[in-house]
């Protein structure tokens, strides 16, 4: 077995896998734990949903993630043809996400409000943690607050009333 071979996949691999299988391993692992960090801006875990927009947001950072992969780590993936094809792949999947998110792409009614209880979540915890002096902003933060809560509460309505 080559040098190269032993440092950089092959059987030499500590797991076994090709570099390119870790590769593939390695950005399906990014992928849920981005797409987890999303959610670290929810105020609480009562306003956790899962939801397609959050999946194009995460979409739209991995894509990018592997190409500069096979950028910066070139020597770790010697196919020429397979790089290519993985980049071309990435770049399908960014736009298509793009497009996705943008025209809002599969997200109907549950999905709207399974998108937008977190986001206001967001609203509430930034409002509620921000260390804010000014009093005019303070009583924004108030308001955006209490009609952010309100609309959240009305949205997990919608959504308790549609799964009956």
């Known amino acids: 077995m080559s040098h190269q071979q032993m440092d950089h996949g092959g059987q030499g691999n500590a797991r076994g896998l090709g570099p390119y299988r870790s590769l593939y391993l390695e950005l399906a692992i990014d992928f849920v734990i981005m797409y987890l960090v999303m959610y670290t801006m929810i105020a609480t875990l009562g306003h956790f949903y899962l939801n397609l927009n959050n999946v194009y947001m995460t979409l739209m ?5 592997a190409v500069l992969m096979l950028v910066f780590m070139r020597s770790m993936y010697p196919s020429r043809k397979t790089n290519l094809a993985i980049g071309a792949v990435a770049a399908v999947i960014f736009v298509g ?7 809002q792409a599969f997200v109907g009614d549950d999905e709207f409000l399974r998108s ?3 986001h206001h979540s967001g609203a509430v915890l930034m ?9 005019e902003i303070i009583a924004l933060c108030d308001g955006i607050v209490r009609g952010q809560q309100e609309e959240i509460a009305q949205m997990q309505a919608l959504l308790e009333k549609r799964r009956r």
């Open 127 to 135: 409002c509620e943690q921000a260390s804010l002096t000014d009093p």
């Open 97 to 103: 996400s793009f497009i996705g998110m943008r025209t």
């Open 116 to 118: 937008m209880i977190p």
């Open 61 to 65: 950072m991995v894509a990018p993630m």
